[in-house]
């Protein structure tokens, strides 16, 4: 079975771009997470889905940021205006369906570097 | 708050010694424990995990981690690490309290450097 599918890979765009980032879950996971790593501060989570419905977005840092999840096997994490600030790699992650148990399959990773 | 602890940002070792890396967490209730391993260049993947049942989990690649609920500690072990270990570990906890959504919270991370 496939794992989790992120594109692109690596992204270099310039400040002030739009920047989209896919991922495809696991087949049959119903649970999607979009999570952030930088050197600074970790590991991130910026948003989770649950049955393709926004369950926790607290984690997303300002109105820049956008996800969507229009059907179980696609996400989109958007950033609209891109910053510098804004580099970093993102992970999408999915689980199975039922309970949330905290065991996540993570994708290969976006590299974002915005000049 | 629910916080995860890992002790060491970074550790060194060479071939064959033994490795321990420490992780503490803070919340009180069932929780379900976690090792994650992050190949350079790679994505997270799943080293072990503990639900219930023996403390004491065996993972892959020769790691193994003891859940130890009185000190709220699972530290991972291995007796003899190889180059290959090289890596960013992290630990994460997620708490099994029902009746809500509940986050998976990770650790700050231990780089692993393991010299020849």
């Known amino acids: 079975d496939a794992g989790v599918i992120q594109s692109p890979r690596h992204e270099v765009t310039e400040m002030g771009q739009e920047v989209t980032l896919r991922c495809k879950p696991i087949?049959?996971?119903?649970?999607l997470f979009w999570y952030r790593q930088t050197m600074m501060r970790g590991l991130e989570l910026l948003i989770y889905f649950n049955n393709n419905v926004p369950i926790d977005d607290s984690g997303m840092p300002e109105d820049r940021f956008s996800a969507k999840m229009p059907n179980a096997s696609f996400s989109t994490l958007k950033i609209q205006p891109s910053e510098p600030r804004d580099s970093a790699v993102y992970f999408c992650?999915?689980?199975?369906?039922?309970?949330?148990?905290?065991?996540?399959?993570f994708g290969e990773g976006s590299r974002l570097t915005v000049l | 708050a629910q916080s995860v602890s890992q002790h060491n940002h970074h550790v060194i070792l060479s071939e064959a010694a033994s490795l321990e890396l420490g992780c503490n967490y803070s919340y009180g209730g069932t929780v379900n424990l976690f090792w994650y391993v992050q190949y350079p260049g790679q994505h997270l993947q799943l080293l072990l995990k503990y639900f219930s049942g023996d403390p004491l989990v065996k993972g892959i690649k020769g790691f193994e981690a003891e859940f130890i609920k009185s000190k709220f500690s699972f530290n991972l072990r291995k007796p003899s690490v190889q180059w290959s270990d090289t890596a960013e570990y992290f630990c994460a906890v997620i708490s099994m309290f029902s009746g809500g959504y509940n986050k998976l919270i990770f650790g700050a991370g231990t780089r692993l450097a393991v010299h020849p």
């Open positions: 087949s049959g996971h119903n649970s």
């Open positions: 992650a999915s689980s199975r369906t039922g309970e949330y148990t905290g065991e996540l399959f």
